[in-house]
């Protein structure tokens, strides 16, 4: 959390995480290690599974997350390997996801959460990899949209490997899905749920491309191809 201050301070361009193992810890002051809130164009970059993050204590419990991303634009992770919980994607737009493995996460890989008010749109997960999280590999919920999912490999999952679990009112719209492979989830449930609210569908997304060694449902959605 510091070296993220230091940067913004300094006008950088973010971090880079030379091969090594980091251990982080729980923020004091928020339910994460590493808090971005209202920050724009930063990039987080390794050299692939050699530079791994890994949570410390009781991150195992899954009740603090690794990254929280809260108000953010034109943020990157690349070519990491992150070990423990959940990166959840807050009211954030042009959030990427390049090359990152997410490995035994307790809680979701990565959750993409707006509102009515303020929604989550243009971001994208490129070429990543989901290894025996506890829920999701990837969880959408209410008001996001315009956002790929693509050429990403989930294996070991305990829910859905990408599971839109809409909590309330907020539409869903414009999702690609595309090019990934999910391989068969521990729990022999569907590896793909998408859909909206009862009273607020998916609606104008794309399905394609995929290899599902499992089932995959559709529920609420408007437009669907």
């Excluded at 928020?30 to 990039?43: E, V």
């Excluded at 987080?44 to 634009?73: H, L, N, P, Q, Y």
């Excluded at 414009?174 to 009862?198: H, R």
Aim: glycine share 12%; net charge negative; charged share 15%.
């Amino acid at each position: 959390q510091a070296a993220v201050a230091t940067a913004v301070a300094e006008g950088a361009g973010g971090l880079f995480f030379p091969a090594g193992t980091y251990i982080v810890t729980r923020s004091a002051s928020n339910s994460s290690s590493i808090y971005l809130n209202g920050l724009d164009n930063l990039s987080f970059v390794g050299v692939g599974d050699a530079s791994e993050i890994k949570m410390s204590g009781d991150g195992a419990a899954g009740d603090w997350d690794m990254w929280r991303v809260d108000d953010c634009t034109y943020i990157t992770f690349r070519d990491l390997l992150c070990n423990g919980n959940a990166a959840p994607n807050n009211d954030s737009d042009y959030i990427r996801w390049e090359n990152v493995t997410m490995k035994e996460s307790p809680g979701d890989g990565i959750r993409f959460l707006g509102n009515n008010t303020y929604r989550v749109e243009q971001c994208q997960v490129s070429m990543c990899r989901f290894v025996d999280s506890n829920r999701s590999g990837i969880a959408v919920q209410r008001g996001t949209g315009n956002s790929v999912v693509q050429g990403c490999l989930f294996s070991g999952t305990s829910g859905q490997d990408i599971d839109f679990e809409p909590t309330g009112n907020g539409t869903l719209t414009g999702w690609i899905i595309d090019g990934n492979v999910m391989l068969p989830n521990a729990s022999g449930s569907y590896s793909v749920t998408m859909g909206g609210f009862t009273t607020d569908p998916l609606v104008r997304s794309v399905f394609s491309n995929n290899v599902v060694e499992g089932n995959v449902q559709f529920l609420s959605t408007k437009g669907l191809k």
